[in-house]
């Protein structure tokens, strides 16, 4: 089976930097996802991981260690249009499918 | 850009009755996905296609639900006897290929049971 833990909400201040941690636990590993999602949309996608390392896209960041079992999502320069929720996936071996962590809910003030 | 589109965006069902939910995946993708989003709650996985037959199922995806591939465009999600519990966003997505791709998802179609 498959266990992907985040924390459940988080909050920022505009312009500042949040990091998202995500672990996981599957029967097997062949990448991790970050997506975005806003309330009552779909999610779109961030980043994607599957060699150990920092994979850098503009403000945002995600990082991997497949040892640890372990990925954060960095956001940088935070905006208010950054608000939403974050979720981390995993594609498990032997199986065609994304599992999905429940997300973290981030808000960004002013 | 291709995108994944899914058609109603709303869906008001009374309980009981069936249910169509469709989509169409991008042109030249291969695998297909329904997940479903109950409010408040994570995205999860209801089922897999690939080749023409269903690669892998949850728990979830009992008798009640079925999928199609009528045309070579559309993919169906059908739940026959829709139950109050049924409520939530499906959301259809599709890769291209291989497990380094991103899954690209539709906008999702608000089911309500009534």
């Known amino acids: 089976g498959q266990n992907i833990d985040q924390p459940t909400e988080m909050t920022a201040t505009e312009g500042a930097i949040v990091q998202i941690n995500c672990t996981y636990q599957?029967?097997?590993?062949?990448?991790l996802f970050w997506y975005q999602q806003h309330a009552g949309e779909a999610p779109t996608f961030l980043s994607y991981?599957?060699?150990?390392g920092l994979e850098e896209k503009g403000r945002f960041s995600s990082f991997l260690s497949r040892s640890k079992g372990y990925s954060y999502l960095l956001l940088k320069e935070l905006q208010m249009k950054d608000s939403a929720s974050y979720l981390c996936a995993v594609w498990g071996s032997n199986d065609y499918k994304l599992s999905f962590g429940a997300g973290t809910t981030v808000t960004v003030r002013a | 850009e291709p995108e994944v589109t899914q058609t109603p965006s709303h869906q008001v069902t009374q309980m009981g009755q069936e249910v169509i939910l469709r989509c169409v995946p991008i042109s030249n993708h291969l695998y297909f996905y329904w997940y479903r989003q109950i409010l408040g709650q994570k995205v999860e996985f209801l089922v897999s296609?690939?080749?023409?037959?269903?690669?892998?199922k949850s728990e979830i995806f009992d008798d009640q639900f079925s999928v199609e591939r009528p045309d070579g465009s559309n993919f169906t999600l059908k739940i026959r006897s829709t139950k109050l519990e049924d409520s939530a966003m499906y959301f259809c997505a599709s890769i291209l290929e291989g497990l380094d791709t991103e899954a690209f998802f539709g906008q999702g179609t608000r089911l309500t049971v009534v």
């Open positions: 599957t029967s097997g590993f062949n990448g």
């Open positions: 296609f690939y080749n023409n037959e269903i690669s892998e």
């Open positions: 991981n599957v060699l150990d």
